[in-house]
């Protein structure tokens, strides 16, 4: 009686398959929160969904066989094996476009960036010449036009991907690696899709920073110098934000589903709200919004 007890305990048919997937999903979820493996592994992932349905049909259709996991497993490696294949074929890595945008003599400049399914690394130029500049690696089937206009005394950049992504080998460290000026008083907004976004603004002249993350970890150096506003969205993934030594912060954070980490001596004003004691009469102060998705928030000095 009590063996037959035992073994009417132990999962099996759909409780064993749901068992194992929900245990797979939740450690690579904790891995990617504590930073033991980058996110932009969900960037080739993505391009397996249609195996996600033929294994779903075949875990029905095999419900009430004993052989179905090996079917199932056999099926899933298969498809991950056909996946590299394809990516590894001639011109599976797409296209690469040199980006070169002059200054247009205007004092304050507006950026707007929206990603695909990439690595985005942001950092100041230096230049005093080129507004943006830098390389973007393309996906097969993606495209990406620059426009510019002006707009009395703002010139606005677009750097939007465009067109329907056929497939091919996620860049991994390569991806959109681009440099902005120092010399305008500069407005980012940045709508990320799928993968990491790194931001060094600390050489940049800053008046507003806007960013709606996607999928993948979001780690931004702010600017030490100047007054200016920026609202993180945060949507699956860790948001790292780095103060550097003499900016004063306001700090509004919307905690999701993750843990949160701030710096030492902040001033609770009140539930979300925290301040750097110096902040109502500094000159050089950001007032910081993070809205937290998935993923840890940590904001460090």
């Known amino acids: 009686m009590t063996q037959n007890s035992n073994q009417s305990k132990i999962p099996r048919g759909d409780g ?26 969900l960037a080739t992932l993505w391009q397996l ?42 011109g599976a890595a797409g296209s690469e476009l040199k980006i070169s945008i002059p200054l247009q003599g205007t004092p304050r400049a507006e950026i707007n960036l929206r990603t695909g399914v990439t690595k985005l690394e942001l950092t100041s ?22 426009s510019t206009r002006t707009e009395g005394d703002l010139s606005v950049v677009n750097l939007r991907s465009e067109g329907n ?7 991994g460290n390569r991806g959109w690696e681009l440099a902005l000026s120092p010399v305008p008083l500069l407005s980012i907004n ?46 699956v993934g860790q948001i790292r934000v780095d103060l550097p030594d ?3 912060a306001r700090i509004q954070v919307s905690r999701g589903l993750g843990g949160l980490e701030l710096p030492s001596g902040l001033t609770r004003i009140d539930d979300n709200t925290y301040q750097t004691p110096g902040y109502d009469t500094a000159p050089n102060r950001v007032d910081l919004r993070v809205s937290g998705g998935v993923g840890q928030v940590e904001i460090r000095r």
């Open 16 to 41: 064993l398959f749901w068992g194992v997937v929900l245990i797979a999903v939740g450690v690579f979820w904790l891995f990617g929160n504590f930073g033991w493996f980058s996110w932009d592994w």
């Open 125 to 146: 130029s230096g230049s005093a010449e080129l507004l943006v500049s830098g390389t973007a690696r393309l996906l097969p089937g993606e495209r990406l036009e620059p």
């Open 246 to 248: 003499g900016l004063e």
């Open 49 to 90: 969904w249609p195996l996600i349905l033929i294994v779903l049909g075949l875990n029905y259709l095999l419900r009430d066989n004993p052989l179905r996991l090996p079917v199932i497993a056999g099926v899933a490696v298969l498809g991950a094996v056909a996946l590299i294949g394809w990516n590894a074929r001639p």
């Open 190 to 235: 940045l709508q990320s899709g799928v993968g990491e976004s790194e931001l060094n603004l600390s050489g940049l002249r800053l008046e507003r920073l806007q960013v709606q993350s996607g999928v993948g970890s979001l780690r931004l150096e702010l600017p030490a110098q100047g007054s200016y506003s920026a609202n993180l969205q945060g949507g």
């Open 165 to 171: 992504v056929s497939g091919g080998s996620f860049r």
